[in-house]
């Protein structure tokens, strides 16, 4: 069999539209797809595909470093190690200090892979039950008492339905969510634009008990997230970070003792 008629491999393909293939590849490649146009409809999607990640990613790649990051390689280039470790703790202690005097209970800090777990569980939640027209929750709000008493007892922790009703959000109800290895409740409010938040509550933790907020942005939309004893909490919402930081700080002083 010549090499004209051998048949072309996957990573051929992908070769062939990146231009890496020698010549004689390069014209074998093509015979082929002269003769099998489902693998010329391939090539197409997988240059469509390029020139769009191009269209995405080119202007990043081409904006020049900001000064302050210039500022920063040169002083890391001119530090010992050690240098740069007190550094950073330093700026560490002030940020969370400076963070605890202007946002009040509890400061905000960046969220940490080993965190991920309880704003992704809740956002998905949100996401899944926040557009739910007949059926948002399992318990509404007219059985507020009930809803806290059974959330409690599954979760095995006193729970509180903060009132939001100064910031414009009612309860609406709430459900039990399924967990780790243990359950998790969520409470849903809306105000009277029709625009949802809910606050999942999570006893499914992996030791970690630092309190301070923490942000994140899970499908598309915000979360605020901390850990009060031995409960996780997060707040979720589609709006801008300073509002939510808002809710966040309401809560967060109603359910802690």
């Known amino acids: 069999m010549s090499e004209e ?7 051929e393909l992908h070769a062939h ?29 997988y240059r469509a595909q390029n020139e769009a990640l191009r269209a995405l990613f080119d202007p990043v790649l081409d904006e020049p470093v900001p000064a302050r990051l210039q500022a920063a390689a040169r002083r890391s280039r001119a530090r010992s190690w050690p240098g740069q470790l007190a550094a950073v703790a330093a700026s560490l202690i002030v940020g969370v200090a400076v963070g605890w005097v202007l946002r009040g209970p509890a400061p905000v800090l960046p969220v940490l892979t080993a965190d991920a777990t309880l704003p992704r569980r809740a956002a998905l939640a949100h996401a899944v039950y926040t ?7 399992e318990v509404g709000a007219d059985e507020e008492a009930h809803l ?6 599954r979760l095995d922790q006193p729970l509180k339905a903060p009132d939001l009703s100064g910031l414009g959000f009612r309860l609406v109800g709430g459900r039990l969510l399924p967990g780790g290895e243990k359950p998790a409740g969520q409470f849903m409010y809306e105000n009277t634009l029709g625009r949802r938040l809910t606050l999942y509550v999570s006893s499914d ?53």
């Open 205 to 257: 933790l992996d030791g970690n008990r630092e309190t301070a907020f923490r942000f994140a942005q899970e499908r598309g939309a915000s979360v605020f997230y901390w850990i009060d004893g031995p409960l996780g909490y997060a707040l979720v919402a589609d709006m801008d970070r300073g509002p939510l930081l808002q809710v966040a700080e309401t809560v967060y002083r109603q359910i802690s003792p």
């Open 17 to 45: 539209v990146d231009g890496t293939l020698s010549p004689p590849r390069r014209a074998a490649v093509e015979a082929w797809l002269r003769a099998h146009p489902e693998d010329q409809e391939r090539i197409a999607a």
């Open 131 to 137: 557009p739910e027209v007949l059926h948002p929750v």
């Open 5 to 11: 008629q051998a048949a072309v491999s996957e990573a």
């Open 148 to 153: 806290v008493k059974w959330l409690s007892k």
